[in-house]
């Protein structure tokens, strides 16, 4: 299998350099991701590509010429430390009130689908002959939220040769699958005789991306697209124990990343505390105005971060990377999507 992963993907610590050495890198990511969100709403509706989709496809596109050793320490700082402390800011968009109105049997019945999800990628990819870093990738980015998963996931997965190229893959593959469940799952939810309610948490247990989620949820009613949308945030809530679960089964199995084991997800954590100020800040008069304007703030920040590292990671992949990965990358991500989406609507049939 070939792939040209570059320096900034591989197995050796992280060192970003000075501002001067980081900036030639970290403004050739800032450009493809500023054109991504310009070309987004220019795109015909039948193509639904989020910008950080986009970004990932531009970033490729111009492989030959981000090949430069100029580039590389920005490169590093997007795809390591930024896209961690992006990750951690992702906290700010979830309530754990939100949450508890989900009920408890729909809450089990989500991570039963996502805890499924994650042991069948690592199954289908041993008998696929694929590696478990590629397993925990695609499991993450189904079972979780997509492309932003990806990203969080790659950051507790020992570096490897494909690492890049299956991260660049995985994103592609998931908004696919994800568009085509936009259409298709609400459909689906009528003809297994769901109600409503029942039907948005489908959606919201099953679709990667959160503009998906809504889109299908409320194309079949308000309450199903508030059933969906909660749904969704508690899966991208789930994200801290996926993360901390697959740095876990790497570190115990003895592998490596870099010269040392894999890091603590410590932005993993700086998530869960985001989340609980989320939570708490609004019910306090004194500072909740501050606050609202503090979190849009960081929410952007967040945003253009991901943004940031997507188009890095492109910018380090080739497209014959990615092309050469084959059928069995394809069936075990479509493999994952199926294992979600039916272990979602028989917990759904019990409740």
Same mark, same amino acid.
């Given at each position: 299998?070939?792939?040209?992963v570059t320096?900034a !993907?591989?197995?050796? $610590?992280?060192?970003?350099?000075t ?11 800032? $450009?493809?991701?500023i ?5 987004q709403p220019?795109?015909?509706?039948s193509?639904?590509l989020p910008a950080m989709?986009?970004a990932l496809?531009i970033g490729?596109?111009l492989?030959r010429?981000a090949?430069?050793?100029?580039f590389?320490p920005?490169?590093r700082?997007c795809v ?6 992006s ?12 949450i508890?109105?989900?009920?408890v049997?729909a809450?089990v019945v ?6 499924a ?10 008998i696929f002959?694929?590696?478990?870093m ?7 980015a189904?079972?979780?939220c ?6 969080a996931t790659?950051t507790?997965?020992?570096s490897?040769?494909e690492?890049d190229?299956? /991260? $660049?893959?995985?994103? /592609?593959?998931?908004n696919?699958l994800?568009?085509?469940a936009m259409? *298709?799952?609400p459909?689906l ?6 109600t409503?309610? !029942?039907?948005?948490i489908l +959606?919201?247990?099953?679709?990667h991306d959160v503009a ?6 409320y194309?079949v ?6 059933? !969906?949308?909660?749904v969704k945030?508690?899966r991208?809530f789930? *994200?801290l124990?996926?993360? *901390?679960?697959v740095s876990?089964?790497?570190t115990?199995s ?8 894999v ?8 998530f869960?505390?985001?989340?609980i ?8 008069p004194?500072i909740a105005?501050?606050?609202?304007s503090?979190k849009?703030v960081?929410?952007?920040i ?5 943004? *940031?590292?997507i !188009?890095a990671?492109?910018l380090n992949t080739?497209?014959h990377a /990615?092309t050469? +990965?084959g059928?069995r990358?394809i069936?075990t991500?479509?493999g ?5 989406f ?6 759904l049939? /019990?409740?």
């Amino acid at each position: 299998m070939s792939s040209s992963v570059t320096p900034a !993907a591989a197995g050796t $610590a992280p060192k970003f350099g000075t501002i001067h050495e980081i900036a030639p890198g970290l403004v050739f990511a800032a $450009a493809v991701a500023i054109v991504s969100t310009w070309l987004q709403p220019l795109l015909p509706k039948s193509i639904p590509l989020p910008a950080m989709v986009l970004a990932l496809l531009i970033g490729v596109l111009l492989h030959r010429s981000a090949t430069h050793a100029l580039f590389q320490p920005g490169m590093r700082f997007c795809v390591k430390s930024l896209l961690r402390w992006s990750v951690a800011l992702l906290g700010l968009r979830i309530a754990l009130g939100d949450i508890f109105d989900l009920g408890v049997g729909a809450a089990v019945v989500v991570v039963a689908a996502m805890a499924a999800t994650m042991v069948s990628s690592f199954v289908l990819a041993r008998i696929f002959g694929q590696s478990p870093m590629y397993a925990a990738l695609a499991g993450a980015a189904t079972a979780v939220c997509g492309a932003s998963a990806a990203l969080a996931t790659s950051t507790v997965v020992p570096s490897y040769r494909e690492k890049d190229a299956d /991260i $660049a893959f995985v994103v /592609i593959g998931v908004n696919l699958l994800a568009t085509g469940a936009m259409l *298709l799952y609400p459909l689906l939810g009528h003809w297994l005789g769901f109600t409503d309610r !029942a039907t948005g948490i489908l +959606l919201g247990g099953t679709i990667h991306d959160v503009a998906q989620v809504v889109g299908s949820g409320y194309s079949v009613s308000e309450e199903a697209g508030n059933a !969906a949308v909660i749904v969704k945030l508690f899966r991208v809530f789930l *994200l801290l124990p996926v993360v *901390l679960a697959v740095s876990c089964y790497f570190t115990r199995s003895g592998l490596r990343s870099g010269e040392g084991k894999v890091p603590m997800p410590t932005f993993a954590f700086a998530f869960l505390l985001l989340c609980i100020v989320n939570s708490v800040a609004p019910g306090y008069p004194a500072i909740a105005p501050l606050f609202a304007s503090v979190k849009s703030v960081l929410i952007s920040i967040s945003t253009w971060g991901l943004l *940031l590292a997507i !188009a890095a990671l492109g910018l380090n992949t080739s497209l014959h990377a /990615i092309t050469s +990965l084959g059928w069995r990358h394809i069936a075990t991500l479509v493999g994952s999507a199926f294992v979600i989406f039916a272990t979602m609507a028989a917990g759904l049939a /019990i409740l």
